[in-house]
Nanobody, 123 residues
Framework: QVQLVESGGGLVQAGGSLRLSCAAS????????MGWFRQAPGKEREFVAA????????YTADYVKGRFTISRDNAKNTVYLQMNSLKPEDTAVYCC????????????????WGRGTQVTVSS
């Protein structure tokens, strides 16, 4: 089992920044690639960003590319999502997830999920 706990969400004005953190416990953190997904009210959950086990490879969705950056600190068992130039359409619950194998952009490939943290961007 892997337990994931997100933090860092909140209310921010458009153009502002937030850094989300996801702390992992349980099985070896470096055994898992990590991802961030988000779900806005009335919408399906969507892929935001993913990072490989070592942190050497990272992927971001086109709609956040250039604004969001995923990173991880394996010594701290933590993955981060730096969000800059936030827009009202970024408002959502952001969840981190751990994946042992499979495609990075498919939520069905992820084995463990956190409960999420709310991000609200005001205009």
């Amino acid at each position: 089992q892997v337990q994931l706990v997100e933090s860092g969400g909140g209310l921010v004005q458009a153009g502002g920044s937030l850094r989300l953190s996801c702390a992992a416990s349980g099985r070896t953190f470096t055994s898992y690639a990590m991802g961030w997904f988000r779900q806005a009210p009335g919408k399906e959950r969507e892929f935001v960003a993913a990072i490989s086990r070592s942190g050497g490879s990272a992927y971001t969705a086109d709609y956040v590319k250039g604004r969001f950056t995923i990173s991880r600190d394996n010594a701290k068992n933590t993955v981060y999502l730096q969000m800059n130039s936030l827009k009202p359409e970024d408002t959502a619950v952001y969840c981190c997830a751990a994946r042992y194998s499979g495609s990075y952009y498919l939520e069905s490939e992820y084995d463990y999920w956190g409960r999420g943290t709310q991000v609200t961007v005001s205009s």
